[in-house]
């Protein structure tokens, strides 16, 4: 099993910022990537950037583009999210996710972190 602790999520302003943490631990092999989904109320859950293990790949969603940097830190599985300017429409769940690669890919999610952004 694979256990996902994040944390740095709050009530922040918009224009300001906020960044979340994650780390990882449990039944971790052939990690891929890691990264953030979110899910706002009535909406479905989104990829919002991730990172590859090998090579260091960043992807984005468009949203969040020149605003968001995803980077892992120099724990061992451990990732962040910095999010910069925020605006109210970031205001959701966030999810941290490790991704898997054994044959087939696996995705496992944190319990999720509380980001809301007020006008």
């Known amino acids: 099993q694979v256990q996902l602790v994040e944390s740095g999520g709050g009530l922040v302003q918009a224009g300001g910022s906020l960044r979340l943490s994650c780390a990882a631990s449990g039944s971790i092999i052939s990690l891929y990537s890691m990264g953030w989904y979110r899910q706002a109320p009535g909406k479905q859950r989104e990829l919002v950037a991730d990172i590859t293990v090998s090579g260091g790949t960043r992807n984005y969603a468009d949203a969040v583009k020149g605003r968001f940097t995803v980077y892992r830190g120099n724990a061992e599985n451990t990732v962040y999210l910095q999010m910069n300017s925020l605006k109210p429409e970031d205001t959701a769940v966030y999810y941290c996710?490790?991704?898997?690669?054994?044959?087939?890919?696996?995705?496992?999610y944190g319990q999720g972190t509380q980001v809301t952004v007020s006008s």
């Open positions: 996710n490790v991704r898997l690669r054994i044959r087939a890919f696996y995705d496992y």
